[in-house]
């Protein structure tokens, strides 16, 4: 299939797809699954409403034909979903995509590290809020302690996988697990990335005064080390990267509030039951999986994609305030792909 690069009214190219693979998740962070969204019972999609893994393999291969090189897996949390290494396997050996990422917590690492290397898996992303156990088993809603946590990033790494870890970071919350975090994968040599805390669902408690900036966590980091900026390291990536100057460790910042990055954000969105969405914080997306189930063929399928990354104009942290915070999405980063 040959590739058709296309832009949105913005000028921003389509190169990412995150694919959301399930929408439940064996965590409650209420950051991003808040009670008041998703109610006491938590219902989830029905698993006849997901996309199937040859849906997601032919919609992946029509959006590389429109420029996607770069796939990232993501949910809800994508090991839950079964045979997941199958699906890797398929999109890991389709040509055109030259990246392939996989955003988790973690929890089921120890046993699914290997089948996902072996099915052509390099990257994971695996997010962790906290050192202090209980600090953590408050934090992801189910008691789970970090040490689980902890050991399954040793064992990823030790199977072969380039690991970054993601923090997500909440004033009065865990904002003194900053510099043990920083400190403990520093000398694990890890990327570890803190990100600003978002608003992204009905009431996930988010208000601007519980954002921990970039230029306040850099702040309290070049207190202890000595660091060096390196910036992004291609157009359109999310975290930006600064060097500890005496061992080379990472580390990065994902500012979408204090300093959002719609401008390159080249990232479309497949959730799982099969909408495109083209931002993180869209209300409405073009269900895909009702066109593929009516028996749209191929050119129509990417005539549909095309128009609505043409008509993009999304750029929600930049125009974001705090009135209209929380105004926007319905939907909640467990189903839409955080
Ligand atoms: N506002 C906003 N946040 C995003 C966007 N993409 C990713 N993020 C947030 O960035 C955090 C880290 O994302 P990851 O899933 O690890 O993916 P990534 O950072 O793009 O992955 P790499 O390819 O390893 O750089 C998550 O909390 C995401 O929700 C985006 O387009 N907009
Ligand atoms: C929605 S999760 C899905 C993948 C997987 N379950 C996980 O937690 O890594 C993807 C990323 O979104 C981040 N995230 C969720 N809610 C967030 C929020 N309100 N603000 C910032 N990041 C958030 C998580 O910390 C995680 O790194
Ligand atoms: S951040 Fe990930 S682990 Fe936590 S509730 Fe959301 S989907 Fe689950
Ligand atoms: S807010 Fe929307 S447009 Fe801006 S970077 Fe995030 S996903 Fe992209």
Known sequence: MTTLLIQDQLHRPMR?????????????????????????????????????????RRLTRLFVSLGVTKIRLTGGEPLLRRELPVL???????????????????????QQAEPLYAAGLRRLNVSLDALDPELFGKMNGRGLKSGIILQ??????????????????????????????????????????????MDVGNDNGWSFKKVVTKK????????????????????????????????????????????????????????????????LFASSGLDLRALLRGGADDASLLKAIRAVWEQRSDRYSDERTEQTARSRTKIGMSYIGG
């Open 16 to 56: 990412d797809l995150r694919i959301s693979v399930t929408d439940r998740c064996n965590f409650r962070c209420s950051y991003c699954m808040p009670k008041e969204l998703f109610g006491d019972d938590y219902a989830f999609l029905p698993g006849s409403e997901l996309l199937t893994f040859d849906e997601i």
């Open 216 to 279: 306040e966590i850099l702040e309290r980091l070049q207190s202890s080390f000595e660091m060096e900026a390196l910036g992004h390291s291609y157009f359109g990536e999310v975290a930006e990267r600064y060097r500890y100057k005496d061992n080379g460790a990472e580390v990065g910042f994902i500012t979408s509030v204090s300093e959002s990055f719609c401008s390159s954000c080249t990232r479309a969105r497949l959730s799982s039951d099969g909408k495109f969405y083209t931002c």
């Open 152 to 197: 399954n990033i040793d064992h990823a790494v030790n199977t072969g996988f380039e690991v970054k870890v993601n923090m997500v970071v909440q004033r009065g919350v865990n904002e003194s697990e900053i510099e043990p975090m920083a400190r403990y994968f520093k000398e694990k040599r890890i990327t570890l990335r803190f990100i600003e805390f």
């Open 88 to 110: 890797v396997q398929g999109i890991s050996a389709m040509g055109g995509v030259e990246d392939m990422g996989l955003t988790t917590n973690g929890v089921l690492l120890g």
